[in-house]
T-cell receptor, first 111, second 112 residues
Framework: ELKVEQNPLFLSMQEGKNYTIYCNYS?????LYWYRQDPGKSLESLFV?????AVKQEGRLMASLDTKARLSTLHITAAVHDLSATYFC???????????FGQGTRLTINP | DSGVTQTPKHLITATGQRVTLRCSPR?????VYWYQQSLDQGLQFLIQ???????AKGNILERFSAQQFPDLHSELNLSSLELGDSALYFC???????????FGPGTRLTVT
């Protein structure tokens, strides 16, 4: 059974700092997604990583995928308050056509 | 706005009752997925339909069922509701199976 683990689960940081969220998964997959969720809201797609070594950047967020290590990272550069949210990684089961989500990382950015 | 719509936004009902949640996928998307989000279980995949046919099943209880209609909208039926069924239910759609999924706003179900 595919397991997806994120760490940390809670992260409180100051504006201007850098930090990384880690997403490990237990079985082979070459498709990984990052989503953002604001409290009480839906999931917003941030990145789709489709192959080993994929790196994508949007503003202060950068995501990467290492399929050999079964690891994806979401790096936050010079954090701003607007980035406060819960971030989920999700792994595509491929032929099973379903997403398995990590527990989520609740990110709070303090002024 | 993802283009996926869900109704109703909120639903409050009593234990033992039955409810129907509705989802309209993005225009052109053939695949619909249902997920449940609760505090103790996190985000869990329930079921997927592709062009009217069931394609994949996850941790969906026997009390729950779904279908996708010819116009591609989908309904999730929850029956004999229990307190533990209280959760956010999301629908997502994608153009074909295995592609990026776009999530609807969700239906918050409260069972009292």
């Amino acid at each position: 059974e595919l397991k997806v683990e994120q760490n940390p689960l809670f992260l409180s940081m100051q504006e201007g700092k850098n930090y990384t969220i880690y997403c490990n998964y237990s079985t082979t997959s070459d498709r990984l997604y990052w989503y953002r969720q604001d409290p009480g809201k839906s999931l917003e797609s941030l990145f789709v990583l489709l192959s080993n070594g994929a790196v994508k950047q949007e503003g202060r967020l950068m995501a990467s995928l290492d399929t050999k290590a079964r690891l994806s990272t979401l790096h936050i550069t010079a954090a701003v308050h607007d980035l406060s949210a819960t971030y989920f990684c999700a792994v595509d089961m491929g032929g099973a056509q379903k997403l398995v989500f990590g527990q989520g990382t609740r990110l709070t950015i303090n002024p | 706005d993802s283009g996926v719509t869900q109704t109703p936004k909120h639903l409050i009902t009593a234990t033992g009752q039955r409810v129907t949640l509705r989802c309209s996928p993005r225009s052109g998307d053939l695949s619909v997925y249902w997920y449940q989000q609760s505090l103790d279980q996190g985000l869990q995949f329930l079921i997927q339909y592709y062009n009217g046919e069931e394609r994949a099943k996850g941790n969906i209880l026997e009390r729950f069922s779904a279908q996708q209609f010819p116009d591609l909208h989908s309904e999730l039926n929850l029956s004999s509701l229990e307190l533990g069924d209280s959760a956010l239910y999301f629908c997502a759609s994608s153009v074909v199976s295995g592609y990026e999924q776009y999530f609807g706003p969700g239906t918050r179900l409260t069972v009292t």
